[in-house]
């Protein structure tokens, strides 16, 4: 929806005929979220007349705002985009707001992977997850004075649900950049020289256009290591998993990171036994170590999961004639075999590789390093000489910076911001993640082990503080005071390392720690600012005011004589 950057008041305006469409400027559009639009702005206007002169004015003024008729410099555009997931998205949405020409070209299907195999659809299955526990959890709803006599599930309207959604979110992307006068070629792109990209369907004629400047976005896909044999129904991706074509009784997960972690949260509240099979010697790798032993206690020790770790799937294969899946197990550091698993299923969930064969780097000197595509801080590709690639721009999973679609669209949009002009460098340490279990888990910044080390080796010290949400008077009343959130901190500065939550709406609270990162905010300050009671954000309220700061002066107040 239209955000308060074109306000309510502008948009009357325009409908009104005080203010000319063509004097609303490309910055005066925004969109949120994932920038879907339905321009449905639900102005006080009643009349037919008034409504339809209403939607006119406004489709006038997103003209006015469009791509133009040809892109600057001699070039077909001056921003061409290989890849339409969300950092594409983004990218492009933006372009077109600094008045930049700008195509995106994509082979599949406009959402990439977070869409319509990623992080959508499977907050729909989470959804679902959620309420389910919430359902069976007796003494949870009678604490509540409620009485459930039963709770079930429907299967395929579980994953429709799932399916409906992705084709919702789909549609809200392709729609807003055709209103936005984003070309949307269909095909595979290849980059065949400097400012130059080919595209086209197999089978067909090729097209070659130019631009000023060109962005790789193609993102990844599941990584599968070898002996593992998908068969997509009782071996399988993330990419099956999330249609939901069956409920196995016992499924094993390979990979204990944010997709083995959700997937665990799903497959056991809709009744299946899970084992997670971890090559690391502990479980949830990548989690500040103390938010994932608490994670374990709660996510996975009262549930029907068990877990193997230290130890390699060397090889897998699917059900058949009868036969369950097999799952040969090896020591992670001696190789040597240790057993044989028999489960009705196997996810595969050892993180995603990424997609960039096949896009003509070579024509521009570009060597991928382990499949990425080598960047600058600026997402700059880099050439096999360690030289920048004047024009040349990879965002996204494909760089292998952070794998994340918000990271990619915040990648996306530092890069426009520059070919717009103005210097931009995204600090990754301010981007927070979340793993969406239930409860919730999220993350910004420094784990504490990383900031020890980064602390030994530049010569600060660092404080940790934590919270719990047992004190929160809005998860007591809610029934859910299981978790913490911590925050590691240099008392000398009050800068903030990092902040990590376990516990109810986790990833929406981590925003409040990751904006203060992002814009150097300090404790000293942060401490001082006023949350709502009682709202779950006064965990990290507290969190603030635990801190100690002792390296800088504190504020003082003096009385003023009357």
Not at 245 to 273: H, K, M, N, Q, R
Not at 351 to 370: D, H, I, S, W, Y
Not at 441 to 456: F, K, W
Request: proline share 4%; with cysteine.
């Amino acid at each position: 929806m239209l955000s308060t950057a074109m306000s309510l008041s502008t948009a009357a305006a325009v409908a009104g005929g005080a203010v000319r469409p063509d004097a609303i400027r490309p910055v005066d559009l925004r969109f949120c979220g994932l920038r879907q639009e339905d321009f449905g702005l639900r102005l006080l206007i009643t009349s037919p007349q008034a409504a339809a002169a209403k939607r006119k004015a406004l489709a006038l003024a997103l003209a006015a705002t469009g791509n133009g008729a040809a892109g600057s410099g001699g070039f077909d555009y001056d921003l061409v985009i290989i890849g339409a997931g969300v950092g594409g998205h983004g990218a492009a949405l933006h372009a077109v707001e600094k008045g930049l020409k700008t195509a995106i070209i994509e082979g599949d299907v406009v959402g990439g992977t977070c869409v319509n195999r990623g992080c959508v659809p499977s907050k729909a299955l989470l959804a679902v997850s959620g309420r389910m526990r919430e359902l069976q959890d007796e003494h949870h709803m009678k604490s509540l004075g409620l009485q459930v006599s039963s709770s079930g599930y429907d299967r395929q309207s579980v994953a429709d649900h799932a399916n409906n959604l992705a084709s919702k979110i789909r549609s809200n992307l392709t729609n807003s950049m055709k209103s936005l006068g984003v070309d949307i070629l269909t095909g595979f792109g290849t980059v065949v020289g400097k400012q130059k990209v080919r595209y086209g369907k197999v089978g067909f004629p090729d097209n070659e256009i130019t631009a000023r400047n060109i962005i790789i976005a193609t993102g990844s896909v599941p990584f599968v290591p070898k002996g593992i044999e998908i068969d997509g129904k009782t071996v399988f991706t993330s990419d099956h998993a999330l249609k939901l074509e069956s409920v196995p009784d016992w499924i094993a997960i390979v990979g204990s990171g944010y997709i083995g972690l959700e997937f665990s949260d799903v497959y056991t509240a809709l009744g299946s036994e899970v084992t997670f099979v971890e090559a690391l010697d502990q479980l949830m790798p990548g989690f500040d170590p103390e938010i994932a032993k608490l994670s374990q206690r709660i996510l996975i020790n009262p549930r029907k999961i068990d877990y193997h770790t230290g130890v390699f799937a060397s090889k897998i294969t699917p059900a058949k004639d009868g036969k369950p899946v097999l799952i040969e197990l090896i020591d992670a550091k001696t190789k040597e075999h240790k057993e044989t698993l028999e489960v009705d299923a196997a996810l595969i969930a050892t993180g995603r590789a990424p997609f960039t064969k096949g896009l003509g780097l070579e024509n521009m000197n570009v060597v991928t390093q382990r499949g990425f595509i080598p960047v600058d801080e600026r997402m700059q590709v880099m050439d096999a000489d360690g030289n920048a690639v004047p024009n040349f721009y990879c965002i996204g999973d494909a760089n292998g910076k952070l794998m994340l679609a918000h990271a990619a669209s915040a990648q996306g949009i530092s890069v426009v911001e520059q070919i717009s002009g103005k210097d931009n460098i995204l600090n990754h340490l301010s981007i927070p993640a979340a793993c969406f279990t239930h409860p919730e888990i999220s993350m910004v910044g420094l784990t504490e082990p990383q900031a020890r080390e980064q602390a030994d080796q530049e010569g600060f010290e660092i404080s940790v503080v934590k919270t719990s949400f047992k004190a929160n008077t809005k998860a007591l009343a809610e029934n859910e005071g299981d978790g913490i959130a911590k925050m590691i901190y240099r008392p000398d500065t009050g800068e903030i390392l990092g902040v990590h939550i376990l516990g109810l709406h986790a990833a929406d609270l981590i925003h409040e720690a990751s904006n203060a990162i992002a814009l150097g905010t300090r404790v000293q300050d942060i401490k001082l600012v006023v949350h709502a009671h009682p709202t779950l954000s006064e965990v990290l309220d507290e969190l603030f005011k635990a801190a100690k700061v002792t390296g800088v002066p504190q504020a003082v107040t003096v009385p003023v004589a009357a």
